[in-house]
């Protein structure tokens, strides 16, 4: 199993909603990613998990929080978004080293 | 600061015939490179990768040239076809530094029938 699943595919959400966006992988994979990525521009990195601890937060609000239950799910709690924010969120995981990151089919948000 | 540049947003090449997409890069602690392939409202696929050691790698009809002294990498494609079609990502990452992915702004390939 080479795939990386994400739910919901699209959420609509006010700016005093709370939702989280769900990632799992069950390729045992020790490092999983988010990334952000806005129309007609490269996907870019968010937060880094590795063996289900937080290694590397791109500087990123506070109103985006992340967690990471167990090895195979990660999760992007929102709360308090702004319409900037709307965007695809990728998640992708990767055995590390010099191998790739597989990514999932992402969740397109909307922020109004 | 761009580490990664893609520098042609698009690419129209006949089906059949070669496609390359070149990626400059900056940053000379990059020592894996990776293309994916992406289609809208979809997450990218990977294609192929080339560690630094390398200056090629191969994989049916994508091939991958690393050019480490001009911090150059080109992907070739050949024949191509329609269904390559898609936009295709340059990344690059450092790997014992946490293997985050550093794109490039993409650039868009049709292959025209």
């Known amino acids: 199993d080479t795939e990386v699943t994400q739910t919901p595919k699209h959420l609509v959400m006010g700016m005093t909603n709370k939702k989280s966006l769900k990632c799992e992988q069950h390729m045992g994979h020790r490092a999983m990613y988010w990334y952000k990525q806005k129309a007609k521009k490269p996907p870019e990195l968010m937060f880094v998990?590795?063996?289900?601890?937080?290694?590397i937060n791109e500087s990123v609000p506070s109103r985006f929080s992340p967690e990471c239950p167990n090895s195979s799910l990660l999760n992007l709690h929102l709360h308090a978004l702004q319409p900037e924010d709307s965007a695809l969120y990728l998640c992708?995981?990767?055995?590390?080293?010099?191998?790739?990151?597989?990514f999932g089919p992402g969740t397109r948000l909307t922020v109004l | 600061d761009q580490q990664v540049k893609q520098n042609s947003p698009s690419l129209s090449v006949q089906e059949g015939r070669i496609s390359i997409l070149n990626c400059d890069y900056t940053n000379s602690m990059f020592d894996y490179f990776l293309w994916y392939k992406k289609y809208p409202a979809e997450g990218p696929t990977f294609l192929i990768s080339i560690s630094s050691i390398k200056d090629k790698n191969e994989d049916g009809r994508f091939t991958v040239f690393l050019n480490k002294s001009a911090k150059h990498l080109s992907l070739h494609i050949v024949p191509s076809q329609p269904g390559d079609s898609a936009v295709y990502f340059c990344?690059?990452?450092?790997?014992?530094?946490?293997?985050?992915?550093?794109f490039g702004g993409g650039t868009r390939l049709m292959v025209k029938p």
């Open positions: 992708a995981s990767s055995g590390g080293g010099y191998n790739e990151q597989f």
């Open positions: 990344a690059a990452s450092e790997v014992d530094a946490g293997n985050m992915l550093t």
């Open positions: 998990y590795s063996y289900e601890k937080l290694s």
